[in-house]
């Protein structure tokens, strides 16, 4: 089968990639869709380090294609949304309803396949850019076969980033100011999450005037061109004693100070934004004294099998934007041109087509 392989240093694509078959607890998904994610580019930037070979991918959808002794909750033919987290459904965190905090979650890393004579991760538990992946059957989370697989994938870690953070994380009520510095794939889902909230003001920022429309769009009530404007300053005109919620998507240490300095007494800041490990960030402490909280946020805090349907849910009712999300479509030995259009803010979100034969 085909799949795009990250190694020494070299993104491409082979076909001789093979997964193995699914084990106890695990099910094996043909691909049909799958998003480009910053966190991708972070692999091959060195940002996020990872060992290699890697399929890259971790926002993906597709069709169970088989099932491994003792899975219940899907079934061969199902069309499932996939997960990164990976957590084991049976401690006391995923007990408690946070499998984000589950320790099986995080560090264990996954080599479903083989290239080359050698086995190859699976970028964050998925690896999805293949025609075929096996994960755990807890990453699988069964959705409505109506919803468009290209639009399906992107729940897996844009939308629900964004939307989780919004309210499993900060949990913004009615008529709170919010301002989202970053408006990316996950920022606009932070808009969007913002608004079934019902805050107000939205203020998105971003240094690329472009984005504007579709911060608009996606909800935000105001937009402030970085670039040409003193955010501090148009903050203050709009919320004269800052904002209850500032949420950084971008991932740089300046911003971050920015996000805290923006928020009123009592507020919150978000910081969603992945930047190179090891990476500080400063903030006056006198100013955390007036009640302010700093959060970090993995994954949306979600909680894939109660969020992911409640998602397609609200997108079927017409009250999520989806479809507009879905910039460009690309075949799978497209992705360094999607890298490369997202890396110029060409795109809201890229998308593989993937189409494996079921």
């Keep these: 089968m085909r799949g795009m392989v990250f190694d020494e240093g070299e993104l491409g694509l082979v076909t001789d990639l093979s997964v193995r078959d699914p084990r106890p607890g695990e099910v094996t998904v043909a691909i049909q869709a799958a998003g480009v994610c910053h966190s991708d580019a972070s692999v091959i930037d060195g940002t996020i380090p990872f060992p290699t070979p890697v399929v890259l991918g971790h926002e993906g959808a597709g069709i169970v294609v088989a099932v491994g002794d003792g899975v219940a909750s899907v079934r061969e033919g199902d069309h499932v949304v996939l997960s990164t987290l990976g957590n084991c459904g049976a401690c006391g965190a995923c007990d408690a309803g946070k499998p984000s905090h589950c320790r099986q979650s995080f560090g264990k890393l996954s080599r479903p396949f083989e290239t080359d004579g050698r086995k190859a991760f699976a970028f964050a538990n998925c690896g999805v850019f293949s025609e075929y992946t096996t994960v755990k059957a807890t990453q699988a989370v069964p959705i409505d076969p109506s919803v468009p697989f290209e639009v399906a994938s992107l729940i897996g870690c844009g939308v629900i980033t964004g939307i989780g953070a919004v309210y499993n994380r900060a949990k913004v009520t009615h008529g709170q100011s919010v301002v989202v510095i970053g408006v990316g794939g996950i920022g606009l889902n932070v808009i969007q999450g913002c608004r079934l909230a019902d805050g107000l003001p939205i203020i998105a920022v971003d240094t690329n005037p472009a984005k504007e429309e579709l911060a608009r769009l996606f909800g935000a009530t105001h937009f402030i061109d970085a670039s040409t404007t003193d955010v501090a300053e148009a903050v203050r005109e709009l919320c004269p004693n800052g904002v209850d919620v500032a949420f950084e998507c971008v991932g740089a240490p300046a911003l971050i100070r920015q996000a805290i300095d ?37 994954y949306g805090s979600a909680r894939p099998h109660t969020d992911f349907p409640m998602i397609v849910d609200a997108y079927l009712a017409g009250r999520i934007k989806l479809d507009e999300l879905v910039s460009r479509t690309y075949p799978l030995e497209g992705l360094p041109q999607s890298l490369a259009d997202m890396e110029a803010g060409e795109l809201a979100r890229g998308v593989l087509d993937i189409s494996a034969a079921v």
């Design 262 to 298: 923006l928020l009123d007494w009592g507020g919150t800041c978000v910081i969603l934004g992945v930047p190179k490990i090891g990476t500080e960030a400063s903030f006056v402490v006198h100013g955390l004294y007036n009640d302010k909280t700093i959060m970090g946020c993995r």
